[in-house]
């Protein structure tokens, strides 16, 4: 399995305000994800990040709303940007083992209140 | 699209079985996996189904029929610490690759 990290592990923002979220792993991969969590819910997948072309957004989401990174196998950032409360939300990036299973291994997460 | 069912809240007591229901619609199907999350916590992977069957895996088991898009986790001798909520997720293969969550089941363990 994977081993994976999140910055920041939570913050608080004001509206207007944009805020980047790094999610780094201890091996290199092909793939990453990004989902939101919203409180009470379960997860949404934001966009798919491949090293080397452009992310893939899910219906409701948007590169302006939620720029992505991906500079190499290892690393990615998620930007929320221009935020409002409606954005208070954990986001989790996740990333996909290597077994036949497909499994998907998460960061412990980025809680963001916004305010 | 995609259509994943599953119960909003569980109760069960210690010791006791509890089976979760999952129910999904959804094209490019390539498996269903279960997890379990914790408050507070990422999701931690539980079990993958690909196949119809059962798949046992200690206390926990996860059946799949995907001739009725039905899936369900069983688990027994329920513990206290299996208080958490369990995610059901189908793996689309549409030509492009995705993990869609259903609704998540709030399971809650009393003594």
């Known amino acids: 399995s994977a081993v994976i990290s999140q910055k920041p592990s939570r913050d608080i923002c004001q509206r207007g305000t944009s805020l980047t979220i790094q999610c780094q792993v201890d091996s290199q991969v092909t793939m990453m994800f990004w989902y939101r969590q919203q409180p009470g819910q379960s997860l949404t997948l934001i966009a798919t990040a491949n090293q080397g072309s452009e992310a893939t957004y899910e219906s409701g989401f948007v590169i302006d709303k939620f720029p992505i990174s991906r500079p190499n196998l290892t690393f990615s950032t998620l930007t929320v940007s221009n935020m409002s409360p409606e954005d208070s939300s954990i986001y989790l990036c996740?990333?996909?083992?290597?077994?036949?299973?497909?499994?998907?291994?998460f960061g412990p997460g980025t809680r963001l209140t916004v305010t | 699209g995609q259509n994943i069912d599953q119960p909003t809240e569980m109760t069960a007591t210690e010791g006791a079985i509890v089976q979760i229901n999952c129910t999904y619609q959804?094209?490019?199907?390539?498996?269903l996996f279960w997890y379990q999350q914790h408050a507070g916590e990422a999701p931690t992977f539980l079990s993958y189904n690909v196949l119809d069957g059962l798949e046992e895996k200690g206390r926990f088991s996860s059946f799949l029929s995907r001739s009725k898009g039905y899936s369900y986790l069983l688990l027994k001798e329920l513990q206290m610490k299996d208080s958490a909520s369990y995610l059901c997720?189908?793996?689309?293969?549409?030509?492009?690759?995705?993990?869609?969550f259903g609704t998540g089941t709030r399971l809650l363990v009393s003594p």
């Open positions: 996740s990333v996909e083992g290597a077994g036949v299973g497909y499994e998907q291994y």
């Open positions: 959804t094209s490019g199907f390539n498996g």
């Open positions: 997720a189908v793996y689309e293969d549409t030509g492009f690759q995705k993990l869609v």
